[in-house]
């Protein structure tokens, strides 16, 4: 069991890269995205960041995800996770012990659904194939 809980923490990253955000149709130079959680304990967010060609990061929006964050730090190999096509991303939300998953669109983030993470302080997530690994600090185990 603590293989697999190393394992699943090493698999995922504290930051997700995805696809460029826009279509280079639309004008669009940037490289691709970044997102990481803003864990705020009045409303835990997802942060968009659009990459440009030399790096450099620019705050694109904010997204809801419906639950809580803990306002400290996780200590998190991975509190957000995109789905292996790109489509889909994951957002764990510790302070309500639940998870987002929110449509990556070519305009932003759509939260789809909020569902329980079915233990305590998820703190990390990764995804393999059709499988969403959680791992709640709290309840030390892996779910």
Known sequence: MKKAVMLAALAAAFVAFAAPAASA???DTANGALYT???????NGVAYFSRD???ALSLVA???TGGNGTGANLGSQGA???SGNGKLLFAVNAGSNSISEFAVRADGLK???TFSSNGALPTSIAVH???LY???AGAGRLS
């Open 25 to 27: 149709a639309q004008g």
């Open 37 to 43: 959680i803003t864990n705020a304990t009045t409303g």
């Open 53 to 55: 060609a030399d790096g």
């Open 62 to 64: 904010t997204y809801a």
């Open 80 to 82: 957000v996770a995109l």
């Open 111 to 113: 939260l789809l659904t």
């Open 129 to 131: 194939d059709n499988l």
């Open 134 to 136: 959680v791992l709640d």
